[in-house]
């Protein structure tokens, strides 16, 4: 396997130079990483949530947003600063300075929030001397001089008109002290309403942390004013020089970028070359310094002013009065079998909405074919029916005569399967297209036409309005002018290939390529444009420039012939929405000055400091080093990156800018780390030992991956064995979902698996690793419940919440497992690296697998319910943890069933749903004590006979007015023989916990619990 030569980041080696700011070499060389004690994941997955809902508006977005599973730049830059700064002995302290450097703090949140605002702070804030802050505006007027106060409640009188004061900062107060000062009014706000509307932490600038570093240097012992000297300082203190992180799964960029912005040396690789231009992109143009910006600007205009004027002189696509196509919208047309009439295939004859425009079909039954007129400003009616097209479920759709014919698709194209190697395989009777080919044949079953225009006036240069649009039929000099086009491009097609200018490679069948072959015949990439769009991108392909490159990549990707026309929204929606190439029977093609668009995009500027080198190479065969990796390889196959790219690299591949020129431009799909299963694994290990062995012994590792099932859990420690590395952390985000609120454990997230060398050979017995297994996750337990603790007794901290929640403390258990199993290399005798790479038998469980489950078990007995003594909860039967515990998540709205699942499992209850009221996915419930009834009373309920399922029944009783006495009676029977005297305490505190937990559910039974908690109490006196 061959990887392109790397020229390696120069470094200066301070372990032999002493650093300028006199920070000491390798002091934290074997300190632990922040990242391997504590992570806000709550406050981190708001932010995540914040940047995934900017959309386009996410920095690096414009570059391609074709890239589908961004990892968001404040999770990395989160990674990336954790992975540096040491844990102390003052955790709580760690998480202050982590909280400053990622402009979580409340400055900071201001400073997100440019809330420093006299009149509005005054109104909320409780401030016992405003004047220390603020002069009076006009000066001596009469406002109380403490707030809260409302300066309109003091108003003066100038020329008989009441005016309210102003209020100005005293010149003074800092900025930083003004912002601490508008943090007073946060006293009621949690972290989660006030990134609402707050501004990412990344839009603010430098400014933001402008106030921080005097805490974050007395707390580290550095000397750094910059995120670059924090960052290089830590490097000195852990590495003996500026920190190095990789990537080798790079993707878009979006690690490695956030890496280079903080000040980190970075290697930035991917097996595929358009993840390498994105990423290029990311460092080069986004983080190119202003001149350099400039430059790629000028470049690009020249660009477009060079396209226009050769398709201009071409004549094909103006009017003749002033008005150039923007858009042109063709659909595939069929010869009914039935009626012998040529129909064109639309799925809707809507054209325009906005407009009320739509394709009316008028028969020519001397030919047996229609026209389509567009009719504009039609009425609400006659849009309603224009939804309907001619194809309708899989059916070409039309009347002839008033007589109906119908004929499916599939018919026409003349589908059959046939057995090949015992496996069915779909064919049909199209045509497949020759190299040559740029449209349909007259006898192919398919043909194409196009069927409205949307022109756009060409207003006078330097005319900067919005220039008005129309929607015309199409004419006979329209069709004259895409003649012109389609001869033209045959014409240069062939050297237009030999140059490179437009792609000549066949499409390679697989999951996701197998579609334009199979439904239309379309053998080679180029097929999928029509000669418009190869005239239009093969001249701006001519260019080849670097910038211009990544800019064909933004345009293709909204003009092909896979392009959907949304008629909602007058516009072209993304080929990649959906991840595919899904071929489709009308689509919307852009006009050069609308394909143009993306070329001068404005992209966002953050120059970068730190040296980046981005590399075309597999993961397991990187030939740079690195202190730090963080990854997100593939899994599960959630993107094709591998299929779906190859529409790009096919226009990219041949004759590439200089920049780009030592990339393999090719998708190299068997080089490619994909699926889950045996292959997935074998391909995981051999880059990430690849890692290992490129990373120093103190070096560490990120792993990111979206969690998906508990299988994964067992293949990571596996890939984790066999790699050489062992667990030393796992931290769940909320990335994915449409939500940053924790709905449930099994929430789609991302996991944070951190890594460290494995270091020696140690060994152990099954036997000591439960022992241990069950140490470690009552640690981590501890630990994490005593930060919550820390956290809720802090008046400032308190109103946000938990600091970790179940999820977390779950996530905890497989951490733990996994933390104990791979520090080991051999467990019985067997070397579990080798171990490891064995393939699965399906149906049995590993030892490993069984070990995961007993830490998770272990650790979600943990989970005590808040408000329920320890003592109590030991004392519980498996079906009254799960009941207790629910009760609690409930009481915070918790009601996805796939966490009542998930607890149900780990309290290894038989059949919960016999205790459920309501299994809905979103609105799972419990049965109340008035629900249960008299059910689940019988030897065979996992209730049978205990304290809780006692209590209940007496609540429903007491719910039904019986006497309080007779109640505590039929308590008492309802329990095993003699139980109740030794079970007294435990009752009252069921029955306590319960009556606050339903308190706002049930309010009755609320009372009914006190009542009977009370009751039982009094009895014992
Ligand atoms: C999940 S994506 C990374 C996304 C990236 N973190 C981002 O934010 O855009 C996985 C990447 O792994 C790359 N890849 C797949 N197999 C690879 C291999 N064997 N070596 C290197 N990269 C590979 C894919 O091309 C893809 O870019």
């Given at each position: 396997m061959t990887s392109t030569a790397v020229t390696p980041i120069p470094k200066v080696d301070y372990t032999t130079t002493p650093h300028p700011s006199g920070v000491q070499a390798?002091?934290?060389?074997d300190a632990p990483a922040l990242i391997e004690s504590l992570l806000p994941v709550q406050k981190l997955s708001i932010d995540v949530y914040k940047e995934r809902m900017a959309g386009s508006g996410q920095?690096?977005?414009?570059?391609?947003?074709?890239?589908?599973?961004r990892k968001p730049l404040v999770l990395n830059r989160a990674c990336v600063l954790a992975s540096l700064l040491p844990v102390t002995d003052n955790p709580i302290k760690d998480l202050e300075v982590f909280e400053l450097l990622m402009g979580m703090d409340d400055v900071s949140m201001s400073k997100r929030l440019a809330r420093a605002k006299p009149e509005e702070i005054v109104r909320t804030a409780k401030i016992p001397d405003i004047h220390a802050y603020f002069v009076v505006d006009p000066p001596g007027?009469?406002?109380?001089?403490?707030?809260?106060?409302?300066?309109?409640?003091y108003p003066y009188l100038k020329n008989g008109r009441e005016i309210a004061p102003k209020l100005r900062w005293r010149s003074d107060v800092s900025e930083t002290k003004q912002h601490e000062v508008a943090a007073?009014?946060?006293?009621?706000?949690t972290y989660h309403d006030l990134a609402a509307d707050a501004k990412r932490?990344?839009?603010?600038?430098?400014?933001?942390?402008?106030?921080i570093w005097t805490r974050v240097n007395q707390h580290l012992g550095t000397n750094a004013f910059s995120f670059p000297e924090l960052v290089e300082q830590l490097g000195v203190m852990r590495f003996g020089h500026r920190p190095t992180v990789a990537d080798t799964?790079?993707?878009?960029g979006q690690i490695p970028f956030a890496a280079a912005q903080l000040g980190c040396d970075v290697y930035a690789s991917d097996l595929n070359p358009v993840a390498c231009m994105l990423t290029w992109g990311a460092f080069?143009?986004?983080?190119?310094?202003v001149e350099r910006r400039q430059a790629i600007e000028r470049e690009q205009s020249e660009l477009v002013a060079r396209v226009k004027a050769e398709i201009d002189a071409l004549?094909?696509?103006?009017?003749?009065?002033?008005w150039r196509g923007k858009v042109y919208l063709y659909c595939l047309e069929v010869t009914?079998?039935?009626?012998g009439w040529k129909v064109p295939v639309l799925p809707?004859?809507?054209?325009s909405k906005s407009k009320s425009v739509y394709a009316k079909l008028v028969s020519v039954p001397t030919e047996k074919r229609y026209d389509i007129e567009l009719v504009s400003d039609a009425t609400a009616a006659e849009m309603k029916a224009a939804?309907?097209?001619?194809?309708?479920k899989g059916d070409v759709v039309h009347f002839v005569n008033g007589v109906e014919h119908v004929n499916s698709i599939a018919s026409i194209r003349g589908d059959y399967t046939e057995m090949v190697h015992g496996k069915k395989v779909k064919r049909n009777r199209l045509r497949m297209w020759d190299k040559s080919d740029v449209v349909f044949r007259a006898d192919d079953i398919f043909s194409e036409r196009l069927y409205a225009i949307q022109w756009i006036k060409e207003l006078p240069e330097g005319d900067t309005g919005r220039a008005p649009t129309e929607y015309r039929t199409v004419t006979q000099s329209d069709l004259d002018r895409e003649s012109r086009v389609t001869a033209y491009v045959q014409a240069h097609l062939a050297e237009w290939q030999d140059k490179g200018w437009v792609p000549d490679t066949r499409i390679e069948?697989?999951?996701?390529?197998d579609e334009p072959i199979r439904t239309r015949?379309?053998?080679?990439?180029?097929?999928?444009?029509?000669p418009r769009q190869l005239l239009s991108f093969g001249l701006i392909n001519s260019g080849r420039t670097a910038a211009g490159f990544i800019n064909l990549g933004g345009a293709l990707n909204y003009s092909a012939r896979l392009s959907r026309w949304a008629w909602q929204r007058d516009t072209i929606n993304s080929i990649f929405d959906n991840q595919a190439l899904n071929t489709i029977y009308n689509y919307g093609c852009r006009g050069l000055i609308y394909t143009l668009g993306p070329y001068l995009s404005n992209y966002a500027s953050t120059p970068l400091l730190g040296s980046v080198r981005v590399i075309s190479s597999p993961a397991n065969a990187i030939d740079y080093c690195s202190d730090v990796f963080i990854t997100d390889p593939p899994y599960?196959?959630?993107?094709?990156y591998e299929e779906i790219l190859e529409f790009f690299i096919a226009w990219l591949r041949?004759?590439?800018p200089a920049e780009f020129?030592?990339?393999?431009?090719?998708?190299r799909r068997e080089l490619a780390v994909k699926g889950e299963d045996h292959d997935f694994r074998l391909s995981m290990v051999a880059a990430y030992k690849r890692m290992a062995e490129c990373m120093p012994d103190n070096g560490i590792q990120i792993l990111m991956f979206t969690h998906q099932d508990g299988n994964i859990w067992a293949d990571m420690a596996n890939i984790v064995w066999a790699s050489g590395l062992r667990v030393t952390a796992a931290w769940y985000l909320v990335?994915?979902?449409?939500?940053?609120?924790?709905?449930?454990?099994?929430?789609k997230g991302t996991i944070l698996l951190v890594l460290r060398k494995r270091l020696g050979a140690k060994r152990t017995n099954q036997t000591d690793l439960a022992y241990e297994l069950e140490d470690e996750v009552a640690e981590q337990i501890q630990r994490l419940t005593g930060m919550n603790d820390t956290v809720a007794s802090d008046s400032k901290r308190?109103?946000?919440?938990?600091?970790?929640e179940d999820a977390d403390l779950q996530m905890a258990g497989y951490a733990a497992a996994l933390k104990v199993l791979t520090k080991?290399?051999?467990i019985d005798g067997k070397d579990m690296a080798q171990e490891a790479l064995r393939p699965r038998v399906p149906g049995q469980k590993t030892l490993v697998e069984s070990l995961i489950d007993f830490a998770t078990d272990t650790s979600n007995k943990m989970l005590?319910?808040?408000?329920?003594d320890e003592s109590v909860w030991h004392e519980l039967e498996p079906a009254e943890r799960f009941y207790l515990k629910m009760l609690e998540q409930e009481s915070h709205g918790l009601n996805k069933l796939d966490n009542y699942q998930n607890f149900a499992k780990a309290f290894a209850v038989r059949n919960f749903s016999a205790l459920m009221a309501n299994e809905h996915a979103n609105k799972a419930a419990l049965r109340s004590a008035q629900d249960f009834?008299?059910?689940?009373?019988?030897?065979?309920?996992?209730?049978?006979?205990?304290p809780t399922r006692a209590v209940l029944y007496a609540l429903m009783d007491l719910q039904a007015g019986k006497d309080l006495d007779v109640v505590i009676k039929g308590l008492e029977q309802n329990?095993?023989?003699?139980a109740f005297y030794s079970s007294r305490d435990l009752l009252v505190a069921i029955a306590r916990f319960i009556g606050k937990k339903v308190e706002v559910m049930r309010p009755d039974e609320a009372s009914a619990a006190r009542v009977l908690a009370d009751g039982i109490e009094n009895q014992r006196m």
């Open positions: 390798l002091s934290l060389k920095t690096l977005t414009a570059l391609g947003s074709y890239w589908k599973g007027h009469y406002v109380p001089s403490s707030a809260p106060f409302n300066v309109n409640d007073l009014t946060f006293e009621f706000d932490a990344e839009e603010v600038g430098d400014e933001l942390s402008s106030h799964f790079s993707g878009s080069n143009i986004v983080g190119a310094s004549g094909i696509e103006s009017d003749g009065n002033g009914c079998p039935s009626s809707t004859r809507m054209v939804e309907q097209g001619t194809y309708r069948p697989g999951d996701k390529t015949g379309w053998t080679h990439w180029h097929h999928l444009f029509n599960g196959d959630a993107v094709k041949r004759n590439p020129s030592n990339w393999t431009w090719d998708s990335t994915e979902t449409d939500s940053a609120l924790r709905e449930g454990s099994y929430v308190a109103k946000d919440g938990n600091l970790f080991y290399s051999i005590v319910p808040l408000g329920l009834g008299r059910a689940e009373m019988n030897q065979s309920s996992e209730l049978y006979q205990t329990l095993k023989v003699g």
